[in-house]
């Protein structure tokens, strides 16, 4: 066959995992990107060989390619409150460590650097997409565009007045004139991000679900997250709070609830019957002390489950890989069954299954001819990765964010022989000391005025 399409890329890795198909790893086979960004085709290397002529050839003979990661639940802009008020449960840790914390330094400012040093961070271990749930998300947009990451930014609600916003109807209002202005920004999409139950009302859950009909936008909210905020609802609703979005009309595809430690069977029926999403942070929820999810019987219910990092103030590592296999392990060790939440479940969990949660499948999460080329190569090459048998459960069970060596997103080099690309992460990156010390500073003097 003659040489007549021309690509912009060609990979050419050892091993491929699309996702799609589940459970398919290839070996022998290349990733043509046109112009676009777009995957053109994933064929054995020959094939590809006869039917493009490619710009660039990328060879990684000792590496796997995935889509990349997708971090389904974030706090970008807390990266500046690491491990502020460590061994504290998640209420304590609120009041009196992060909210506190957020009175006297939130600002635009405090967002912008926090969510670049975030984006490298996530960059690093092969991090796509975040779903950020924030104040200020123009700033955390504005970053994530700088350092060329793809962002789900969301429009955060809170029945509170913060920095951020007087009340909800501010919140509301601001992040919808955001949404207006950047809605067709190829990196950047949206969700409506109420809180949690304990901090939003009837009225304005009803204005969100009235919004979410009208823009089409999915919402994410933290649900479940302890048993405490279940009785503090019951007590002030008579009712579980996952029930009361059900009364409220809100469990349905385009929800996301982050956490989802504790629910009962009932409410694992209804999750998977309504065709609710969960982000499952298991780093977090065990560090808050928030409790071990049944993820066994999620899986089997069939409910859509994605896997974030929730934020480094609760974390404290922005990782996915080593969240992947936190996950896995948990998983097995709760449900007492080795065979729950296998490699190629968790690989979906932290690619297509946060896509689908945020409405974005159709265009990234898998490497398919057709969808953006977002992508991530962990270099298997170390003796202490080897003998490889199965290389998708050393994706989980071996290889860290240290062997992440290239990144791409929209087809774009993000990150190559692990330096970045781009000349906005390279100088995020210059100031990043700079930037770290200037805020870790400002918190140093807020805590020792109290």
């Known amino acids: ?51 493009y002529v490619a710009q660039q050839e990328t060879h990684l003979p000792d590496h796997v390619v995935t889509p990349g990661l997708f971090n389904l639940h974030t706090h970008a802009a807390m990266t500046l409150l690491r491990g502020l008020g460590d061994d504290l449960p998640l209420m304590e840790w609120l009041t009196t460590r992060i909210w506190p914390a957020e009175t ?30 924030y104040f200020f998300p123009d700033a955390a947009g504005s970053a994530a565009r700088e350092i060329g990451i793809r962002a789900h930014l969301g429009i955060t609600v ?38 949690a139950p304990y901090t939003i009302s009837d009225a304005t859950f009803d204005r969100i679900s009235m919004l979410m009909g009208q823009t089409g936008l999915p919402m994410q909210i933290h649900l479940h997250e302890t048993e405490d905020e279940i009785r503090r609802e019951v007590a002030e609703h008579g009712i579980r709070p996952a029930m009361r979005l059900e009364r409220l009309g809100l469990m349905g595809p ?45 899986l089997d219910a069939g409910i859509n489950l994605g896997i974030g990092t929730d934020g480094t103030a ?25 065979d729950v939440f296998g490699a190629h479940q968790v690989l979906h969990a932290a690619t297509l299954a ?30 202490d990765y080897n003998p490889i048998f199965d290389v998708a459960s050393h994706l989980i ?28 992460a390279r100088a995020a990156e210059g100031r990043g000391a700079s930037d770290i010390a200037l805020w870790q500073n400002r918190m140093r003097s807020q805590l020792d005025a109290r």
């Open 354 to 383: 946060g896509a689908k949660a945020c409405g974005l499948d159709e265009r990234i999460g898998s490497i398919v001819a057709g969808k953006q080329a977002d992508l991530a190569a962990f270099d298997l090459s170390a003796l």
């Open 254 to 298: 385009s929800l996301t609830a982050v956490h989802a430690v504790h629910l009962d069977d009932r409410e694992v029926a209804m999750f998977a019957d309504r065709g609710v999403s969960i982000a499952h942070c298991p780093a977090s929820n065990l560090k808050l002390a928030s409790g071990i999810p049944r993820i066994a019987p999620y």
């Open 397 to 424: 069970f071996v290889a860290g964010r240290e062997a992440v060596t290239d990144v791409w997103v929209a087809g774009k080099a993000v990150v190559r022989k692990r330096q970045f690309m781009s000349d906005g």
């Open 158 to 195: 809170i029945d509170l007045p913060t920095a951020g916003g007087s009340d909800a109807d501010d919140y509301l209002d601001r992040g919808l004139a955001l949404y207006d202005r950047l809605r067709n920004e190829p990196l950047l999409s949206f969700a409506f991000a109420p809180h």
């Open 1 to 51: 066959m003659q040489k007549s399409t021309s690509v912009h890329e060609l990979i050419v890795p050892r091993w491929i995992v699309p996702i799609e198909p589940a459970g398919v790893v290839l070996e022998g086979h290349a990733i043509a990107i046109d112009e676009t960004g777009t995957v053109l085709a994933v064929l054995p290397v020959a094939d590809m060989r006869e039917r």
């Open 314 to 338: 609760s974390n404290n590592r922005l990782d996915m890989p080593s969240e992947m296999r936190l996950a896995a392990l948990l998983a097995k060790g709760a449900s007492g069954r080795a």
């Open 104 to 133: 006297a330094l939130l600002s635009k400012e405090f967002v912008a650097a926090g969510t670049r040093l975030a984006c490298l961070e996530m960059l690093r271990g092969g991090t796509t997409c975040f779903s950020d749930m």
